[in-house]
Nanobody, 112 residues
Framework: VQLQASGGGLVQAGGSLRLSCAAS????????MGWFRQAPGKQRELVAG?????STNYADSVKGRFTISRDKNAVYLQMDSLKPEDTAVYYC?????????WGQGTQVTVSS
């Protein structure tokens, strides 16, 4: 599985961004699509995940502000009411046959 992420950038606090990640290659049997992020000096953390059955989960810090969705072979992360603490490199992640695949990171910077 190859993943191509896009949509990061610089935004002021309170603004919005939409991240996209397109999956290609051997995509049959994907069971999870999600987004992680890693801020400087911190561990990578799950931001939002979407299971193949349709259930979602979100980090407490983004609940009510971020929305994950999927359209065929792409996964999206709509980020609203952004805060400076959302600043990080965001990575899309896909699981297929118990194997994790990662996209290249995309930088999100939220200025105060």
């Amino acid at each position: 599985v190859q993943l191509q992420a896009s949509g990061g950038g610089l935004v002021q606090a309170g603004g919005s961004l939409r991240l996209s990640c397109a999956a290609s290659g051997s995509i049959f049997g994907i069971t999870f699509m999600g987004w992680f992020r890693q801020a400087p000096g911190k561990q990578r953390e799950l931001v939002a995940g979407l299971l193949s059955g349709g259930s979602t989960n979100y980090a407490d810090s983004v609940k009510g502000r971020f929305t994950i969705s999927r359209d065929k072979n792409a996964v999206y992360l709509q980020m609203d009411s952004l805060k400076p603490e959302d600043t990080a490199v965001y990575y899309c992640n896909v699981v297929r046959s118990a194997t994790k695949f990662w996209g290249q990171g995309t930088q999100v910077t939220v200025s105060s």
